[in-house]
């Protein structure tokens, strides 16, 4: 390439050479030919370091870069041969090697929050039972009465230490993909006739209000596993009791069928959860209030529990929400292929 202009400058020198000391026909012939050759030469030189060679330079910068670890590297060309093609992919490849950066960077991230969530929340109960047993202990609490009133303090942070072991556990099973599920061909009109029955005896219990709709014209089936779907659905109405009114509380459910789903819509009359958190209360710990009050009842779980339950079945979770006007709840799980069931004994979930 350095050489080129001096190659140039030969060529032009022989053909004025041939002009000023003309010489005889044939060897006029020969070096016409030899400079047509070597001007064809040039031009083909040109040509391919503009289509291959320099087009193979960038892409052996691109590799370099790779190897640093830099995946935003891109090669921009206008070529559209074989080596453009090569190209084309290597770009391909780079961007896929900065969405997984990315992702892993999403992922470390998410793990240390996690880590730290964990710590936080298996840390507050255990500090309240080590307090209340030096307290007992100590001889601080006097009289029977107090006595009791500190064991229970201790019972109920025991309690909820156990309630967030188990949520653990299964989470880390659930994103291991190593829960297993007993799928079982099932009516669902059937199945949530006696699911919803036990839940409006449970609030009738407390003084809540329950109403529940079955909208299908035919009880359909579904493929899924009983426990595990009541689970979710256990999930969802645990938390609107826990972060519902004490006094007032209602809850509307209400079964249909939708675009080859069959789906159970849950609503409530909490206050609502604003709009900005209302997108992240899926995710794993994560609670409303800022300061992450710990009542004793929620580990952080659930919700994320249940949406990993239902997509495990092939289905999906969604919800909306007002302030003011509660939320509603719909779990979606894609209708089976079979019209009989496997088991008659539906009801025992």
Not at 85 to 96: E, G, I, R, T
Not at 203 to 226: A, I, P, V
Request: aromatic share 10%; with cysteine.
């Amino acid at each position: 390439m350095i050489l080129r202009p001096v190659f140039f400058l030969v060529i032009l020198m022989l053909i004025y050479s041939m002009i000023r000391f003309p010489v005889s026909r044939v060897l006029t012939v020969l070096f016409g030919v030899f400079i047509l050759t070597q001007i064809f030469q040039l031009l083909w030189m040109t040509h391919l370091e503009k289509r291959i060679f320099k087009p193979i330079s960038r892409l052996q910068e691109g590799v370099i870069e790779i190897a640093r670890g830099n995946y935003q590297v891109k090669i921009e060309h206008n070529v559209c041969n074989e080596i453009g093609f090569l190209m084309d992919s290597f770009n391909h490849m780079a961007a896929k090697l900065r969405e997984n950066e990315i992702r892993e960077q999403e992922y470390e991230e998410n793990r240390k929050a996690l880590i730290a969530n964990i710590s936080h929340d298996l840390k507050t109960p255990i500090t309240a039972i080590q307090g209340y047993m030096e307290a007992i202990e100590d001889g601080v609490a006097m009289s029977p009465e107090k006595t009791a009133q500190y064991l229970q303090v201790i019972r109920k942070n025991t309690e909820y230490l156990n309630r967030l072991i188990d949520d653990l556990f299964l989470f880390a099973k659930l994103d291991m993909q190593q829960v297993e599920f007993r799928m079982e061909t099932l009516p669902v009109g059937a199945y949530m006739a006696d699911l919803m029955a036990e839940f409006s005896f449970e609030f009738q219990e407390k003084g809540f209000g329950f109403h529940y709709t079955n909208q299908m014209t035919e009880d359909d089936y579904l493929d899924f596993d009983r426990k595990r779907v009541y689970q979710a659905i256990r999930n969802i109405i645990g938390n609107a009791i826990k972060y519902g009114p004490q006094a007032g509380l209602k809850l509307d459910t209400r079964l249909y069928k939708q675009n080859g789903y069959v789906c159970l819509e849950i609503t409530d009359n909490v206050p609502g959860i604003p709009a900005d958190q209302l997108p992240r209360i899926f995710e794993r710990f994560y609670r409303i209030d800022a300061e992450r009050t710990k009542d004793l009842m929620s580990t952080g779980l659930g919700l994320s529990i249940a949406k990993e339950l239902i997509e495990a079945h092939g289905g999906r979770i969604t919800a909306t929400s007002a302030i003011g006007e509660g939320s509603c709840f719909t779990l979606m799980l894609p209708l089976s292929d079979k019209k009989e069931p496997e088991d008659e004994a539906y009801s025992n979930y």
